[in-house]
């Protein structure tokens, strides 16, 4: 699915601002016409979650009305008119002028309709979206059920993690295009000595025979190739000689348009390659480390609503951290998050909102399979040519019905969840592998989940919790443990680890000497001794702290003012103590990294990290 742009054929208008908000707990604003006007609507920002705008509306999960009224330009009387919605969470209905012209299910993916029949030239248009967010047990993520980690309570009722943030949390856009237009292109790219090669293929919004082309610059000469439409798609293969390779550490970006002669298309493309071999990931052939951060879309007012000026400020600092990748942890991000992940050069993991999936029964796995497909299917038609993109992640924490938490992986004896859930794992990597064999393909595991779940992964993505959740406050212990599990791990599979968690909670600003846990020395203490081990463990090949930065989760006896603290920022973005340990390893490799150092150089009791003075480059 292309991002809309605009160009001398294409057209677009951005309907971000102050709409009119209702909330409709009786289910009856579509009887009363409540697509035509609000009868009491008070004001609300698109994009943002409606949770934090208001505090009445903090915990109300349920039906509520966005509608605005807008002018179409007279311009594109000829063209098609589509409404495109970034995000809506979790069930979104759009009318235009009174007319329901669709529905999508899911948070975190875009949709669109054709309303080109319902525009109206002479008057304000009518657009009205509802938004609903219920916890139900057979959504995606679920809610309102009963899991194995449900020993605690917490309301909102979620399966997983974070604060259920519900709304239109992306910008709502009117774009036009040509009657017969570009529906849709895919790159993928590849290295051939100093060449690099950019197959391009694309497809009409209708199965015509035209001609057109397709060209990049950036490189010493243009490179062009003919595009010859039958049945609506064409394909050619460029080569660039001396090509200018994306890496992380380089990220080169060329110009890609392909032009018909009523339509034209132009996107960024980074050329570059991604495998794996026994411990290691390659980008370009070359061993590289996923180093960085599990993170949320989450902010104060705004919540899950996308946040330019957050965006911007959130890369700076992974960038000042050292850090090179991040996981979309646990739901796809905006488009404009990816977009600067390729302009940045940061190595995504892309993760679609399969979080805590349950498997209790064939008839609700059946329900959600279908609803992780759908997502796999979105994810990828969106992502599919960011450079920054190495790797599809189609499940975080995947729960059999009876945990083991506390042991190293494994599955219970005996439980049908396990035979279940891994038919359902297996589903979901082949379909995200069918879909895009030029990427890799992995799912999160959980403390003590089954292993034999990650079968058909690329690379093991662990989340593990030593030192916190297990053996918490006993560092030198859980450390061991940690390098015990991932010498077995490394010992059945002999394929890449990642250690996609790994975090203890910390309010900022607590301090304690011993390191007790929550004070910010513990957290120093911990991270340091978890990369100190990662960094003697040549198949490691990445390591995402838990998490970026202190974000909202639900409200219970294990959320300290309803926050996960495992940040290493807060939540308003100041670094904790652990910031400074993550830039000695990541961002100046020269000092004291672990990894530089003999194998058993490190005891496995981290020491005390040291906080420079504030004005030695700490962020503000
Ligand atoms: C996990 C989950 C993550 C939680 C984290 C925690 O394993 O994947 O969503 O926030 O643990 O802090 O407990």
Redesign the pocket.
């Given at each position: 699915m292309l991002y809309p742009q605009q160009n001398d054929h294409r057209n677009k208008l951005d309907l971000s601002g102050i709409w009119d908000f209702q909330t409709d707990p009786d289910h009856t604003g579509e009887q009363g016409q409540w697509f035509n006007a609000l009868p009491q609507a008070r004001p609300i920002a698109v994009p943002g979650s409606w949770n934090e705008q208001y505090e009445d509306l903090f915990n109300y999960l349920d039906l509520a009305w966005y509608v605005r009224r807008t002018y179409v330009p007279a311009s594109w009387k000829d063209q098609r008119i589509f409404l495109r919605v970034g995000s809506a969470n979790y069930h979104g209905t759009v009318y235009v002028n009174g007319a329901k012209v669709g529905e999508h299910e899911g948070g975190h993916l875009p949709f669109a309709f054709e309303i080109s029949e319902l525009v109206k030239w002479d008057a304000a248009n009518v657009i009205a979206i509802s938004v609903e967010n219920e916890l139900k047990p057979t959504r995606v993520p679920a809610g309102n059920m009963t899991t194995a980690l449900g020993g605690f309570a917490s309301f909102p009722r979620t399966t997983?993690?974070?604060f259920p943030f519900a709304g239109i949390h992306r910008p709502v856009v009117l774009y036009s295009l040509p009657q017969t237009h570009i529906e849709d292109i895919t790159v993928v790219t590849d290295i051939n000595g100093t060449d690099g090669t950019v197959k391009v293929t694309a497809r009409l919004n209708e199965p015509a025979t035209a001609q057109g082309t397709v060209s990049l610059t950036g490189g010493a000469e243009p490179v062009r190739a003919d595009l010859a439409f039958q049945n609506g798609e064409a394909t050619a293969t460029l080569t660039v000689p001396q090509a200018h390779l994306w890496s992380d550490k380089d990220p080169y970006l060329y110009e890609l348009t392909v032009a018909t002669d009523s339509d034209r298309y132009t996107l960024q493309v980074g050329i570059r390659t991604i495998a794996v071999d026994g411990g290691q990931i390659l980008l370009n052939g070359q061993p590289v480390h996923l180093n960085g951060f599990?993170r949320h879309e989450d902010f104060i007012a705004s919540g899950k609503g996308l946040n330019l000026p957050l965006l911007v400020k959130d890369y700076q600092l992974m960038r000042w951290t050292g850090a090179n990748s991040y996981r979309t942890?646990?739901y796809p991000y905006s488009e404009e998050e990816m977009q600067m992940a390729d302009r940045q050069g940061f190595l995504i993991i892309d993760e679609i909102p399969a979080?805590?999936l349950q498997f209790e029964n064939d008839e609700n796995a059946a329900i959600r399979l279908r609803q992780c497909l759908q997502q796999i299917d979105e994810l990828i038609a969106r992502d599919k040519n960011h450079p920054s993109v190495v790797m599809w992640c189609v499940a975080?924490?995947p729960m059999p019905s009876v945990m083991n938490l506390g042991t190293v992986s494994g599955s219970a004896s005996g439980d049908p969840s396990v035979q279940r859930g891994k038919q359902f794992l297996d589903t979901l990597l082949a379909h995200a592998r069918e879909l895009d064999p030029s990427r890799l393909v992995t799912l999160?595991t959980?403390?003590g989940g089954p292993q034999e779940w990650m079968e058909h992964c690329d690379v093991i993505c662990m989340?593990r919790?030593w030192g916190w959740?297990v053996q918490g406050g006993e560092l030198d212990k859980a450390m061991v443990s940690l390098e015990q599990e991932l010498d077995g791990v490394w010992e059945m599979w002999h394929k890449p680890i990642i250690m996609t968690?790994f975090?203890a909670?910390t309010m900022a600003g607590m301090h304690g000497h011993p390191d007790v846990m929550w004070t910010e020395e513990y957290q120093a203490a911990y991270i340091r001794g978890h990369l100190a081990v990662a960094g003697r463990k040549e198949y490691v090949a990445g390591m995402q702290v838990?998490?970026f930065a202190d974000f909202a989760?639900v409200q219970s006896i294990?959320r300290v003012g309803g926050l996960?603290m495992?940040g290493i920022f807060t939540r308003i973005r100041t670094p904790k103590m652990a910031a400074y340990v993550l830039r000695e390893f990541w961002a100046q490799p020269a000092s004291a990294s672990a990894a530089q150092q003999p194998a058993g150089a490190q005891t496995s009791r981290p020491a005390p990290a040291t906080v420079p003075a504030a004005s030695a480059g700490a962020p503000r």
């Open positions: 997983f993690d974070f599990g942890s646990h979080v805590s975080n924490e999160v959980v403390m989340n919790y959740y968690e975090g909670d838990w998490n989760a294990m996960n495992k």
